[in-house]
């Protein structure tokens, strides 16, 4: 089995930071493509950030510039570092990470249970 933790989330006031985490456990073969998904009261989910095992990176427009997302492939963990933050930011983040587990020997996506970001003064 495979699970996703995040953490990091809190309450920020407009222009601060925060730097989320993710740590993925588990039977873990290999892990493939890992990112970051928002969603927003009243709102589709969306792609904030994704890279990939070999560290190309791909950031939604509404947030270049101001987040960074990393890696640690020997820790099986993904970060999100977010400065600049707007009130348009608050929303609930989740982890995901394209995984081939050992028990399945497929990749499925596995996803984290979310933490929430509130940006507000």
């Known amino acids: 089995q495979v699970q996703l933790v995040e953490s990091g989330g809190g309450l920020v006031q407009p222009g601060g930071s925060l730097r989320l985490s993710c740590a993925a456990s588990g039977w873990i073969f290999i892990i493939n493509a890992m990112g970051w998904y928002r969603q927003a009261p009243g709102k589709q989910r969306e792609l904030v950030a994704v890279i990939t095992s070999d560290g190309s990176t791909n950031y939604a427009d509404s947030v270049k510039g101001r987040f960074t997302i990393s890696r640690d492939n020997a820790k099986n963990a993904v970060y999100l570092q977010m400065n600049s933050l707007k009130p348009e930011d608050t929303a609930v983040y989740s982890c995901?990470?394209?995984?081939?587990?050992?028990?399945?020997?497929?990749?499925?996506?596995?996803w984290g249970q979310g933490t929430q970001v509130t940006v507000s003064s």
């Open positions: 995901n990470g394209r995984v081939f587990a050992t028990a399945t020997k497929r990749f499925d996506d596995y």
